[in-house]
């Protein structure tokens, strides 16, 4: 029986990118990467490809390869270069490979749940990747558990210390079980029966698989080595180890890669539905969504931005570095000069140290300082990409006029959050959304800006280039394109609570919590 190897190094913690560290903003989605390669370094393929998709995840990294006999997986805690160094990508030979970068969607951020998942079946093992967030976790766990039962495999006396108690494991667990078909029958038999975002990379001992399900929520995109294939997140991935890039993985594709090439199949007619905040925060600026670079789409929405909210200003200025193509848009729209008035530290918060309370008083000073010489009696605007719950904004333009501004005139690159996301984004719970109890004049207010403006979503989604009813707009509508269940089985902490049951040790309690409520929230 193959076997699995996974390592640990160090202790747990959370990881934040936030300007504030003490203020989350939007979380990012997963990143997933996968490799079929033959006679290439697949592991160190997939280290590369992580680390290009890292802006997804923060909290854990893994990789799993395969040299045919056995799947081999090492993961931990921390960035992707904390995680690996040469000596560990050394060990890690095959010719298949998976690797995944997290922040945690649904489980607690710990070693348990980071991934990729690996799971024993009866013919081998199975490892799997997940980016998203699924909406019928309750209902696969109970499978999980009612197939365990079945086969006579539970034992209701033995539990693990530390179970992993996120949606991933559900899927891992019921992939493995495929007594009278291959993983591949299987797949095209549970796939229909969940529910949610997700783009799924996963492999067995010979086999590299993807899947995205059927609105297309999260990106998922296929690329061609000379001597293989690799799937990715997104298609900067694909550029940072030298693959051609193909096209998407459709909404509702299996994709199946092995010695006998690709092989497509659909398990579910596609009903698009693309996350509309991936081209506003998300993705990468050089990567290429919906046949756009994202960064043209970004510049195309502050072009609009400044038509929709002009200013009488002297300077427009981003919020590094997710403003930037923003604000670059607005002053070639308005004429105003474009300048950089903050200076940021991009190590700040990617750290398991936590600020001192003497240094926390300092704010967003962690990662950003303000040039004096820049700003000194200038009106300015300032570009963001989104306003959350508004504390950021407000120690930024505090900060702005200490250094001598006029005055500061924000603008933002997206509609206002109103909506949690419960399809792979942590954004903050409705009742913590700013724009869920306040007018725009009265969050300017509470920001002390002179003037706000937020981009239209009709001018946000005519600037993607995607119809409207083709993108998932619900942060900023409310309208959730995939059904979402009663609140108690909602939540990132869904399989948390106290546990009447274990199966294999996978925490199947029905229980919520996190931002279970969050809709019915004030």
Known sequence: MPQSSSTRKGGDGRLTTAIDPQDQGPQDACGVFGVWAPGEDVAKLTYFGLYALQHRGQESAGIAVSNGRQILVYKDMGLVSQVFDESTLEALKGYLAIGHSRYSTTGASTWHNAQPTFHPTAGGSIALAHNGNLTNTADLAAMVQDLSALDGELDL????????????????????HHPDSTVEEKAMELLPQVRGAYSFVWMDENTLYAARDPQGIRPLVLGRLERGWVVASETAALDIVGASYIREVEPGELVAIDE???????????????CLFEFVYLARP?????????????????????????????????????????????AEESGIPYGTGLVKNSYVGRTFIQPSQTIRQLGIRLKLNPLRDVIEGKRLVVVDDSIVRGNTQRALVRMLREAGAREVHVRISSPPVKWPCFYGIDFATRAELIANGLETDEIRRSIDADSLGYISLEQLVEATTVPMDDLCRACFDGVYPVALPEAERLGKHLLETPLPIDVDGLATSLAGGGAADALDRP
Not at 260 to 274: I, M, T
Not at 312 to 326: H, I, K, N, Y
């Open 157 to 176: 006396q033995m539990r693990r210390p530390e179970a992993a108690t996120n949606d991933t494991s559900v899927v891992t667990a019921l992939l493995a």
């Open 260 to 274: 006998d090439g690709l092989r497509s199949r659909r398990f579910a007619e596609a009903a698009p539905k693309h």
């Open 286 to 330: 050089d990567t290429m969504m919906n046949d756009k670079r994202v960064h043209s789409v970004r510049v195309e929405i502050g072009r609009r931005l400044a038509r929709e909210f002009p200013a009488d200003a002297d300077l427009v200025m981003p919020v590094p570095e997710s403003g930037t193509p923003a604000a670059i848009g607005y």
